[in-house]
């Protein structure tokens, strides 16, 4: 399924190197994954920070999104792929587990280095590699499907590496996510629209929605899964210095899990 980003022809793996026909190789790390983000140059800032990482990855860890984990892994299940693409899988908290239910191959891509390095040395079975979600070193018509979780979501670079009746599976936040966060961070809190999600060439054919409470105990984890959310880059210095009083809280969990079809194109007869 992977091509090489300088020429778009398939890569193959010799030892820990991977080898285009046209001779560009792309070297495997220890820890299992590959740099096949074009542009970046050794110790270029590309994504999340690698503190960024740990603090989601720790965060991941308390378990308080586990039953969202285990509803896109029976989504999974019920699609029964071959081949998968999960788009900015992040540190593969949800690729790994997903993967069992893939019956060929799932390939995580994420941008920032750190989040692929560490997916790959949790999860030896599956290929990780850093690069853009919008320029995927993916053959064309490879994936069953797409996984964008809490992610940017190209609708033409999707359609372009599915296959025909190829699926997409998203995840983005319910009406009420996080809603006491909010009341203690915010003035005037909002609720999040469900209404506005639509993939440009793909029809939405399944709709699921998932709302629990957890508690979330400790400023750093409190902070952690704040920064998992875009309210992080529009947040006040008052509302930040709110959030860093939190010790404690009962937070509403809502998510939506929204599976797209990619369209057929109908092509006329002149």
Partial sequence: MLVCPNCGKPLDRAGNTYKCALGHSFDIASSGY??????????????DSREMVAARRKFLDTGAYEK??????????????????????????????????????????????????????RDSKTVYVTASAYHMPVAEKSADLVLSLFAPTPAGEFSRVLRDDGHV??????????????????????????????????????????????????????IALFSMTPYIHRTSKEGMDRLERLEKINLTLSFLLLTYIKEKIEHLEE
Avoid: M
């Fill in 169 to 222: 599976l998203t995840v983005v936040p319910g009406n009420e996510h996080l809603w006491e966060l909010k009341e203690a961070i915010y003035d005037e809190p909002y609720l999040n629209r469900e209404d506005k999600h639509s993939l440009e060439g793909f029809s939405l054919c399944d709709r699921r929605k998932l709302t629990y409470t957890a508690e979330i105990s400790g400023n750093d984890n409190i």
């Fill in 68 to 121: 969202l984990r285990d509803a896109v892994c029976e989504r999974v299940r019920e699609l029964a792929p071959h081949t998968a693409v999960d788009a900015g899988c992040g540190e593969g908290y949800y690729t790994r587990e997903a993967a069992k239910f893939v019956s060929d191959k799932i390939i995580g891509i994420d941008i920032a280095k750190s989040a692929t390095q560490y997916a790959a040395k």
């Fill in 34 to 47: 590959c740099n096949l983000l074009c542009g970046s140059k050794p110790g270029e800032f590309t994504g």
